[in-house]
């Protein structure tokens, strides 16, 4: 990460807009109260934290949110946790659920909608550079480099790209770019992907991040929003256009992730699916994980919940309050129950002779005496009946619980009380 030495940030002059209204449909029954980015993450965070905090920690202080699915748990936390701004700083923060604001249509129609609906709003900030971010992906990134890269490159619109191996490309959006790292062209989720120059093992793969001079982009939504047939999509339609009839460059996330002294690779995760979640936060329990949430010199911002700490109690053989390998957040009681390499949230009660390993068990849920819990992932709320045994049985697991391909169980309330036992 290196910042170029200009005569004062660009982030000063920047709004970042985050798209939050997206459900989540493959995290199953885990998006049916909440939207994507507002599902819980790391022991205390939600996902749409990480954008969010980067914006913060980039020096960005003009922030909009744009809502949508299911938005009240995502507008609660964000009103809880992200109230810190000032108008007399020149700080702003909105939250912009979709509000029939522009047309008789209940919903934001796309990506680019849910910007173009908010013109007027936006405006009233007078930005010169807008950061469009998705709110649904883990990562840690300066986007005053990738405002940088905008300006001294002269380009329409910067969109950040990950780098992935040419044999998994075909999962993503995928730009193919000339010497000089522009963008000649967008392919969609390509059945034999480019790879890049002097590098054929590796694509480019977008990060749904693009940078704009606000009045360009302006331009471009006007334009779209009468061009016949839009889906109204930055992917789908504004980027495909800018590709072809524009200058569109991109930016490597490596050139911009923030990595602690602990961090030996880029980190960015999408945990859209139950395994992929299961695995982001079942790997912050090693010893040292890959994403270090420690970094004090980059600070995961979030929602502080006034709680007391987190407490272990009984000490018999047989019935002590243990954790190997993973992470307690406070409120917690861990009363005569084992936990290894798991990832507790707050308000957790785990009761005695209980066993939980390679488990995420979000706030507030409750595990009753004797249950033994393997690879599971409990939705907020959950209480476990005493002497359950999940994680042994597959056959029996697909059969009360959501089973993914790995073998990790989703369980929620309404899955618990459906159980004859």
């Given at each position: 990460?290196?910042?170029?030495?200009?005569?004062?940030?660009?982030?000063?002059?920047?709004?970042?807009?985050?798209?939050?209204?997206?459900?989540?449909?493959r995290l199953k029954e885990l998006t049916d109260k909440r939207a994507k980015p507002a599902v819980y993450f790391g022991g205390k965070a939600r996902?749409?934290?990480?954008?969010?905090?980067?914006?913060?920690?980039?020096?960005?202080?003009?922030?909009?949110?744009?809502?949508?699915?299911k938005a009240h748990s995502l507008i609660r936390h964000l009103q809880q946790g992200w109230d810190f701004f000032r108008a007399e700083r020149n700080e702003s923060f909105d939250i912009l659920p979709a509000s029939q604001r522009v047309s008789e249509g209940e919903w934001y129609q796309g990506t680019a909608d849910a910007v173009f609906q908010n013109i007027d709003i936006i405006e009233s900030y007078a930005p010169e550079f807008m950061v469009?971010?998705?709110?649904?992906?883990?990562?840690?990134?300066?986007?005053?480099?990738?405002?940088?890269?905008?300006?001294?490159?002269?380009?329409?619109?910067?969109?950040?790209?990950?780098?992935?191996?040419?044999?998994?490309?075909?999962?993503?959006g995928i730009m193919a770019v000339d010497q000089n790292d522009m963008i000649t062209e967008f392919l969609e989720k390509p059945a034999h992907p480019p790879g890049m120059?002097?590098?054929?093992?590796?694509?480019?793969?977008?990060?749904?991040?693009?940078?704009?001079?606000?009045?360009?982009?302006?331009?471009?939504?006007?334009?779209d929003s009468v061009a016949p047939g839009s889906s109204r999509d930055f992917g789908k339609d504004v980027i495909p256009y800018l590709v072809k009839?524009?200058?569109?460059?991109?930016?490597?996330?490596?050139?911009?992730?923030?990595?602690?002294?602990?961090?030996?690779?880029?980190?960015?995760?999408?945990?859209?699916?139950?395994?992929?979640?299961?695995?982001?936060?079942?790997?912050?329990?090693?010893?040292?994980?890959?994403?270090?949430?420690?970094?004090?010199?980059?600070?995961?911002?979030t929602y502080a919940e006034v709680t007391p700490p987190a407490k272990f109690v009984h000490d018999i053989d047989g019935r002590r309050g243990s954790a190997v390998a993973s992470l307690v957040s406070g409120d917690c009681i861990i009363s005569g129950s084992h936990l290894r390499h798991c990832l507790i949230f707050t308000g957790v009660r785990s009761n005695s002779y209980s066993y939980l390993e390679e488990s995420v068990v979000l706030p507030?849920?409750?595990?009753?005496?004797?249950?033994?819990?393997?690879?599971?992932?409990?939705?907020?709320?959950?209480?476990?009946?005493?002497?359950?045994?999940?994680?042994?049985?597959?056959?029996?697991?697909?059969?009360?619980?959501?089973?993914?391909?790995?073998?990790?169980?989703?369980?929620?309330?309404?899955?618990?009380?459906?159980?004859?036992?």
């Open positions: 990460m290196h910042r170029q030495q200009f005569s004062q940030p660009l982030a000063r002059n920047t709004m970042a807009y985050v798209l939050a209204g997206g459900r989540g449909a996902i749409i934290d990480f954008a969010l905090s980067n914006a913060v920690n980039s020096g960005i202080r003009r922030i909009a949110v744009a809502t949508q699915y469009i971010l998705a709110g649904d992906h883990v990562y840690k990134m300066d986007y005053e480099v990738m405002l940088q890269q905008h300006v001294t490159s002269g380009a329409d619109v910067t969109i950040g790209c990950l780098e992935v191996p040419r044999s998994e490309a075909s999962a993503f120059p002097g590098n054929p093992e590796v694509s480019l793969a977008s990060m749904g991040i693009y940078v704009f001079r606000t009045e360009r982009l302006f331009e471009e939504l006007r334009r009839n524009a200058k569109a460059v991109a930016h490597r996330f490596s050139a911009s992730c923030v990595r602690s002294g602990t961090e030996s690779q880029s980190y960015w995760r999408d945990v859209g699916t139950i395994d992929a979640y299961w695995e982001a936060n079942i790997d912050l329990t090693a010893v040292v994980p890959q994403l270090d949430l420690y970094d004090r010199s980059w600070p995961l911002w507030r849920c409750t595990i009753g005496r004797g249950a033994r819990l393997r690879r599971v992932v409990l939705d907020r709320g959950v209480t476990i009946p005493e002497g359950l045994v999940v994680g042994e049985e597959p056959a029996l697991d697909a059969q009360r619980f959501r089973r993914s391909e790995k073998g990790v169980c989703l369980i929620t309330q309404a899955m618990i009380d459906r159980l004859v036992l």
